[in-house]
């Protein structure tokens, strides 16, 4: 995005949490080795003494996280393939609670996506151009259009708690 809509250089900062799971595994030990491998590459080509592009997190703190929600104007949740992805419902939730209002950028193969796609920025998780793209139409919002998306995502995503999904997936299967 960086390269594509060079006016966001010096003007927005992507916070990353990449919290490691199955840290056991080899493949998710490399993975996890390249994800902080490309955040370095990042940050020496668009980083400056008074800028940081990207903030990476690897540790799990939720307090955070929470913040972090608070705060953000765009948040992407771009799963390649997974289940519910609380956090895409959790983003609208708290920044609607808390004032924020932030546009979600969803991958169209998060679980979520059936539910949060109408009221969102819907991607192709393969498709780093159409991100990029998606994300510079999210920071382009203006804050009304943000707010009512935003208040829409934390409506849905508050309708159906966790623990009824979780039931329903089960008594589907």
Same mark, same amino acid.
């Given at each position: ?5 060079? $006016? ?10 990449a919290?490691?799971?199955? =840290? ?9 080795? %390249? ?21 990476? =997190?690897? +540790? ?19 799963p ?9 419902? +959790? ?17 169209? +193969?998060?679980?979520?996506c059936? +539910? ?12 780093? %151009? ?5 994300? =510079? ?9 943000? $707010?009512? =998306? ?9 309708a ?14």
């Amino acid at each position: 995005m960086l390269r594509r809509y060079p $006016q966001w250089q010096g003007n927005v900062v992507h916070i990353a949490f990449a919290y490691p799971s199955r =840290h056991d595994l080899p493949e998710y030990r490399e993975y996890t080795a %390249t994800v902080l491998r490309t955040a370095k590459e990042i940050e020496d080509e668009f980083g400056r003494p008074d800028w940081e592009p990207l903030i990476l =997190h690897v +540790e799990d703190d939720f307090a955070r996280s929470l913040a972090a929600y608070r705060l953000a104007d765009v948040a992407l949740v771009n799963p390649i393939r997974d289940g519910m992805n609380l956090v895409a419902k +959790e983003v609208p939730i708290v920044a609607t609670a808390t004032g924020g209002a932030c546009t979600l950028v969803l991958s169209r +193969e998060a679980g979520a996506c059936a +539910e949060l796609g109408p009221d969102s920025l819907v991607v192709n998780p393969y498709d780093v %151009t159409g991100t990029a793209d998606a994300l =510079h139409e999210a920071l382009s919002m203006d804050r009304i259009t943000r $707010q009512a =998306h935003c208040e829409r995502l934390a409506e849905i995503g508050g309708a159906l708690p966790p623990q009824l999904w979780f039931t329903r997936q089960v008594q589907a299967l």
